[in-house]
């Protein structure tokens, strides 16, 4: 169980020398960064002081220059999802209430984005190649994001915190079938299960009938949350070590009840992404850094020489007739 799923991420960590650029060294682990591992199922890790204050405020001078339409690498777009099935809309409002700055490869590379990406990828173990590109997201007072599954082949999800919300301001990244550390262990949940699934659903194949309102299980104590402070990081995993979706990594991100709250974000994917390879051929930059990048420690093997098709000769024993 939770020993299994550890130990694949930790294997993992082979993966991420096979990706990258001739000649870049691996960035340094920050040595303030403590990890933390508050649930293993689903495996959640909160790293705090991932990034510095610096680090942080060097990205949201980047979104403020998104916004004023002054950096050509990064879109704004509102969003207001509304959709069917697994991720459907709660008590006819929109999943999701925000804005996102979505980066092209080129905003990738900036400096600011960069070093952070690279830092992310190590720390989850997972080639830097295979995710999409980085989105940062915008929440001010009454925005939030409804309960849902990340699922479509992401295999983990990192959140870096670029801003900070006092407690009681709301914002928490909510985990609403898991519990908090700490509790006893016969404490009854006090509200009812926030995920209804279909009758033939099993924790290994399930579908979401329906989800509960979020403002409840985020005014609780009793479920897992984590606070948004600015240079805080999570990492957690929607698909357990044998490819089936986690069922509780379902989440969702509280209401802002005063303040701003704003993530740097990057989902871990199972297939490469194949804009990498595409335009790496024209970017130098791009392919040294994303699609070699860690390319000189590798040796390649040996290649058997070429057999022939034909049928060999018949051979014939000594003494036979």
């Known amino acids: 169980g939770a020993r299994a799923a550890l130990g694949a991420t930790v294997a993992a960590a082979a993966l991420v020398a096979s990706v990258g650029g001739a000649g870049v060294d691996f960035p340094p682990r920050r040595p303030s960064i403590t990890e933390e591992i508050v649930s293993t199922k689903p495996l959640v890790v909160v790293l705090r002081n991932f990034a510095s204050a610096e680090e942080c405020k ?107 919300l006092a407690e009681g301001d709301g914002g928490e990244t909510i985990f609403p079938l898991v519990k908090r550390p700490g509790l006893p262990e016969d404490m009854p949940p006090p509200l ?61 991100s509280c209401p802002i009840k005063r303040g701003h709250k704003a993530i740097y974000q990057r989902w871990m994917r199972f297939e490469e992404n194949a804009l990498y390879n595409k335009q790496a051929d024209k970017d130098e930059e791009l392919k040294r850094s994303r699609v070699e990048w860690g390319g000189d420690l590798l040796l390649r093997p040996a290649e058997a020489p070429a057999t022939s098709t034909s049928s060999p000769e018949p051979r014939t024993l000594r003494g036979s007739t």
């Open 58 to 164: 060097q990205v949201l001078d980047l979104i403020d220059r998104c916004h004023s339409e002054k950096w050509a690498p990064c879109k704004e777009v509102r969003s207001r999802l509304e959709k069917k099935g697994l991720n459907q809309s709660v008590a006819g409002k929109p999943l999701r209430n925000s804005t996102s700055f979505m980066l092209d490869l080129q905003g990738e590379l900036d400096p600011a984005v960069d070093e952070l990406l690279r830092r992310a990828h190590l720390e989850a173990r997972h080639p830097i190649t295979y995710g999409e590109g980085i989105q940062v997201a915008s929440y001010h007072e009454g925005d939030y994001y409804q309960f849902h599954h990340d699922a479509v082949q992401r295999r983990a999800t990192f959140l870096l915190y670029l801003t900070d």
């Open 192 to 252: 009812p299960p926030a995920v209804t699934l279909e009758a033939a659903s099993t924790s290994k194949s399930f579908k979401v009938d329906h989800m509960e309102e979020m403002q409840p299980y985020c005014d609780s104590d009793y479920y897992l949350k984590v606070r948004p402070e600015a240079g805080k990081a999570v990492i957690f995993y929607s698909y357990r070590p044998d490819y089936g979706k986690e069922l509780y990594a379902i989440h969702g």
